[in-house]
């Protein structure tokens, strides 16, 4: 998927321009969004440079205190996230100074949360994704600052230019310390790797080792790796950890993180004179609540995350069955137009929105150019995930609020999960949400190898299928809707293997898409469901509703 990827050099930082010009102005949703918006990103960053030491909470909250009482004094809204890249790292280097590790509370860091174990946990990560986040554990404290960023940048989140500004360094010099930290981190997987294994000569050696990662035994157990035969024997192909890193999602910020800003001490200014710190803050500590997807301003001036726990699994009835499924329709009639209502001249205009119900239909023909697609009205989209969100497990989510277009990038991996497939759900819904266009060259039943007829996007006769429910509609490689309001897209995998990649786009960039092939030929051009009225089909599966288990969302959509 590095296709998709190229996007988020280009606009990193610019969907949030008119929200941080707001924030800078005095406006408190504005500045509400911000802090909503981007606090995964700083929880993130710090939790890995830390490892999830007890300190984490207090250099988050007072990363994100210094940006907002610094945020009138940036005066290049796209440098935002490189901005706040280096206020999150030089809160981390002021704690280290302040705190030498010598001196830090053992008792409280034993109490705190492992960042490394919450990773795996938190996003069910296995195999060598696992062992990837296991083994940051064993980095010093500086590699694992610098990874905390680079960890970023693979996932798309960073370019190299702001994981660079953020160190305080040259882009010459951050290649250089992140090669050598990659060369730690190897090394560091061949221990976690080994440690798992059942050398005796290495079970002897760990007698002695009370199992907290440091670099002495770190050296210690490489060096053991290196001379011996069982522990250096590699039992299947190591994967880099760059390509394993950028599918891996942000860790959720815990339920109950508070973060206050309106800490009087910290955000006082001079007598007689009234900053823009002090005008928001005073704004933020009026007694008023708004509720944002992420966190919640409650008089007082605090921020409180409201993300719920993962739901339980839904009961066995709302759970599609292999015999409930079947394959998609082989590519070959042409398409059948979406049901369209008649409509009398007294009917408003709003009353036929939502009645259209996007259904399963059949693949257009290979070589048939789409329609036009009508132009809408776009002010820009914000999204919680940032300007390419990665949802890679069951429960992910990214809500996105405004008025423009929306790409949805499909990735089906079968090889690793194949069966019954549970498609994700749109919830929360206010406003309007239309399925605009498909494309990205091909359906995902298409065929995808010259030499397997079997093989296609959903899988093949060697790996499995994955199978949508019966009166799914088929998705394309990418997916384009088109929001005006505020909507949840939340991945529901439960049994095949399915990723989404979600960012706001333009008319320009979806018209493009569809209308043009990949560099090898197009399979197909794309296909238009836009009308430009409210009798666009809505997607499947979208609701008004926030159920506890999106899941369970019925797959025809009545909004």
């Known amino acids: 998927m590095t296709r998709e990827r190229t996007y988020v050099d280009e606009r990193a930082g610019q969907q949030w321009r008119s929200t941080i010009a707001a924030a800078q102005a005095g406006d408190r949703q504005a500045l509400d969004d911000l802090v909503a918006g981007w606090l995964p990103l700083v929880y993130n960053v710090v939790g890995r440079a830390l490892n999830g030491h007890a300190d984490v909470d207090d250099v988050v909250q007072e990363t994100m205190l210094r940006a907002v009482d610094n945020l009138g004094a940036l005066r290049d809204p796209d440098s935002f996230r490189s901005w706040l890249m280096a206020i999150a790292m030089r809160q981390i280097r002021d704690r280290a100074r302040r705190r030498p590790p010598r001196q830090l509370d053992e008792g409280a860091a034993r109490e705190a949360t492992d960042f490394a174990e919450l990773t795996v946990l938190r996003l069910q990560l296995e195999g060598q994704r696992r062992e990837v986040a296991e083994a940051v554990r064993w980095l010093d404290d500086e590699d694992r600052q610098l990874l905390s960023l680079w960890w970023l940048e693979v996932a798309g989140e960073l370019t190299r230019r702001e994981l660079a500004a953020a160190v305080g360094i040259s882009r010459q010099h951050a290649a250089v310390r992140v090669q050598r930290m990659k060369e730690r981190l190897e090394t560091s997987r061949g221990i976690v790797r080994a440690l798992e294994g059942a050398c005796p000569q290495l079970r002897e050696l760990t007698g002695r080792w009370d199992g907290r990662p440091d670099s002495v035994w770190r050296k210690r157990l490489a060096r053991h790796i290196r001379g011996c035969g069982y522990c250096g024997d590699a039992r299947e192909s190591v994967v880099p950890a760059e390509r394993l890193l950028a599918g891996i999602a942000l860790v959720p910020v815990p339920v109950g993180f508070t973060l206050s800003l309106a800490l009087g001490g910290k955000t006082a ?41 993962p739901a339980p699994p839904p009961r066995a009835s709302n759970t599609p069955t292999a015999s409930s499924t079947h394959r998609p329709p082989p590519p070959s009639a042409p398409p059948t137009p979406s049901p369209s209502p008649s409509v009398t001249k007294k009917q408003k205009t709003e009353e036929l929105y939502g009645s259209v119900v996007d259904a399963v239909d059949k693949a257009p023909a290979p070589d048939g150019p789409p329609a036009a697609l009508p132009h809408r009205p776009a002010s820009g989209i914000t999204s919680t995930g940032g300007a390419h969100a990665q949802l890679n497990h069951r429960g992910d989510s990214v809500t996105l609020t405004g008025q423009g277009y929306v790409q949805v990038v499909w990735q089906v991996a079968p090889q690793y999960r194949p069966g019954s497939l549970v498609p994700p759900s749109w919830t929360g819904l206010k406003g309007k949400l239309f399925h605009v266009a498909s494309g990205g060259g091909r ?84 296909l238009v469901r836009d009308t430009g009225k409210d009798d666009t089909p809505v997607p499947q599966y979208v609701t008004r509703a926030t159920p506890s288990d999106p899941a369970t969302v019925a797959q025809r959509s009545r909004v």
């Not at 004179?273 to 001036?301: C, D, E, H, Q, R």
């Not at 093989?455 to 005006?484: C, I, K, N």
């Open 269 to 309: 200014v001079a007598a007689g004179s009234v900053g823009w710190s002090a005008k928001v803050l005073g704004v933020l500590t009026k007694p008023a609540v708004a509720v944002t997807a992420s966190a919640t301003i409650v008089a007082g001036g605090a921020y409180v995350v409201t993300q719920t726990p």
């Open 443 to 526: 359906r995902m039943d298409d065929r995808v190898s010259s030499t397997d007829p079997t093989a296609t996007g959903m899988g093949s006769r060697a790996t499995g299928f994955a199978v949508l429910p019966t009166g799914t509609q088929q998705m394309w490689q990418h997916e384009y809707f088109y929001v005006d309001g505020r909507v949840t897209l939340t991945v529901n995998e439960r049994g095949a293997d399915y990723n989404l990649y979600v960012s706001p786009t333009t008319w320009d960039a979806v018209e493009k898409d569809i209308t043009t092939g990949p560099a090898q030929g197009a399979i197909r051009y794309g």
